[in-house]
């Protein structure tokens, strides 16, 4: 392989980056790539030394990993957006809402929904995207916001179109599904104002810290990112970790038969597979990193996915292993910008992943082809055909 023509942009690399990542880790840690002229961080340390140095490494730029045009992500006061002062003060207005208690109250119902998509899945042949990766969350996202469910339609077309503004300059229909998506909760922040209820809207309207409130601007912001980063995230968290299962049989009976390996299969596929592979950052001053100098005011990429392959930390990264006993993966992230929802997320996980084992003796891999979602911000699939056997 030929450092210079790494291209972490291009379908190529997004169909399977690792051994691109092996490569910049061992010969280019802090490469520079020819596209963006953007710098990526390669290496478990200095990723890790990144995300806890946010006044080195600001966020306020937008989380896109390649620099974003005004109008994109950056231009939002989303959370994953902003830096200290103001993100402490947003990140606590937004915990007051994003509660363990809210979270725990709909447990039963995050089950139920996911027993329901399961046991809806035909025997045979079926794609598990529309069969349950992408409904579960979609549902679960609705449930906690205390929303219709006959509205989870046009959540799904949302969540699809906005997630494009993480990767790329956005588009008229990204435009177009993040005004629709804010008008739609204006209509529903209207209604609690009126008459509060007990769910998360209500919760973040009455949020308040030092007299402070969530504005319109943040509250609109809050929305678009729970789209975001809580549903895509989680849709191919359950894709990448079910695919990894499919083709090893021998794992999927473990975990059948003895449930404690679930949590353990799950952690195991955020760090062998992590949805999140890379997001960015700006330099707000120069900096040398292994000898090479990044230039202040650059933007900078963070590297998740080749970060949980780094074989200074994990033994034998390349492999998916129960027996591990290492959670230290950076698939949440680290630092002050730590995973929001990863509580949430785990939950779901946890949940789809039994839902699938009490409805599946065997899982394979389909008679089709599975299709890659290119992005360099999220890796799975947009389709994962796969044959389920109960008996
Ligand atoms: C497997 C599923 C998920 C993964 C892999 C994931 C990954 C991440 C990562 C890597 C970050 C750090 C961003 C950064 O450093 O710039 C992050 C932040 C965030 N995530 Fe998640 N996430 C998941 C699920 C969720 C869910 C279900 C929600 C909410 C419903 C959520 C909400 C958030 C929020 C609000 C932030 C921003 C936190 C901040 O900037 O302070 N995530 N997530």
Known sequence: MNTSEIDLFSSNFQEDPYPAYSHLRQHAPVFRESRYGVYALTRFGDVDAALRDHETFRSGAGPSPMPMPSGGMGAIPILAATDPPHHDQLRALVNHAFTPRRIAASEGRI?????????????????????????????????????DASDQEDFRRWSAATVGLMDRPPEPAMMQASAELVGYFRARLEERRKSPRDDMISDLLRAEIDGRRLTEAELDAFFIMLLVAGNETTTNWIS?????????????????????????????????????????RETTRSVEIKGVTIPAGSRVVVSFGSANRDPEIFDEPDSYRLDRGDFR?????????????????????????????????????????PQRLHSTVIRGFDALPLCGRSA
């Open 111 to 147: 089950q139920s929904f996911a027993q329901k998509l399961a046991s809806d899945l035909p025997e045979g042949d079926f794609d598990l995207v529309p069969g349950l990766s992408v409904p579960l969350p979609v549902a679960v996202i609705a449930e906690i916001l205390g929303v």
């Open 240 to 280: 990448n970790q079910i695919n990894i299962l499919a083709h090893r049989p021998e794992l999927w009976k473990a975990c059948r038969e003895d449930r404690r390996l679930v949590p353990i299969a799950l952690e195991e596929a955020l760090r062998f597979d992590a949805p999140v592979q890379n997001l960015g």
């Open 329 to 369: 993966h950076l698939a949440f992230g680290q630092g002050r910008h730590f995973c929001l929802g990863s509580g949430l997320a785990r939950l779901e996980g946890r949940t789809a992943l039994n839902a699938l084992l009490d409805r599946f003796e065997r899982i394979e891999p389909g008679s089709k082809e």
